[in-house]
């Protein structure tokens, strides 16, 4: 089993439209998880640290289910600039990216 | 504030050549990763360096080294490159082992 799994999607969804990724862990020692995203051929960005109480950061929620081992990243309201592939971020020990959700906002 | 700047930013290489990336962190950051990322797949973790030292390594083999300088700058080296070996190589910033990394624009290699 991977360290850290994700639906690689694609995700294709109207603008306006509320999205969901979650993204499980297998190690419940891991303790520092993040969501970046990555536009085609360009490096991965920061998009949010993911804490336990969870946090938000405009239209982007993300949150920790410590229980059932795994993390997700809301989004809401979508815009077509939101098109992009969502990595997550865990592991312990060593920082691990799952493959990757493809998301794809259509007008 | 400079981000995390890498050079080259492209480069073609042939098989059995070895190869030198450098990467320079953001400004205030001590610790750079290395990562290698094929097309349509996550970043894979090479290693980490931290206080000029390798702390973390991935499941690469020992042709890949680096180095840490004391302005905290660092190389990726890869010896005997493979065809395999093509892919875009990011490097990431962060201050202290454990928080938030920033990724340069990576350089991307090409093994032929």
């Known amino acids: 089993r991977k360290e850290v799994e994700q639906d690689p999607g694609p995700f294709n969804v109207p603008e306006g439209a509320t999205v969901a990724f979650n993204c499980t862990y297998s190690n419940s020692a891991s303790q520092s998880f993040f969501w970046y995203r990555q536009d085609c051929r360009k490096e991965p960005k920061l998009l949010m640290s993911v804490y336990s109480s969870g946090n938000e950061d405009g239209r982007f929620t993300a949150q920790l289910n410590r229980a059932s081992q795994y993390i997700s990243l809301l989004i809401r309201d979508s815009k077509l600039s939101d098109s992009a592939t969502y990595l997550c971020v865990g592991g312990y020990q060593k920082v691990t990216f799952g493959i990757g959700t493809k998301l794809q906002v259509i007008p | 504030d400079a981000g995390v700047t890498q050079s080259p930013t492209h480069l073609i290489k042939t098989r059995g050549q070895q190869v030198t990336l450098r990467c320079s962190p953001k400004s205030g950051h001590d610790t750079v990763s290395w990562y290698q990322q094929a097309l349509g797949q996550g970043p894979q973790f090479i290693f980490q360096?931290?206080?000029?030292?390798?702390?973390q390594r991935g499941n690469f083999p020992d042709r890949f080294s680096g180095h840490q300088y004391p302005n905290y700058s660092s190389e990726l080296n890869v010896n005997a490159l493979l065809l395999g070996d093509s892919a875009l190589y990011l490097c990431?910033?962060?201050?202290?082992?454990?928080?938030?990394?920033?990724f340069g624009p990576g350089t991307r290699l090409t093994v032929l």
């Open positions: 990431a910033s962060s201050l202290g082992r454990k928080n938030e990394q920033f």
């Open positions: 360096y931290y206080e000029e030292e390798e702390r």
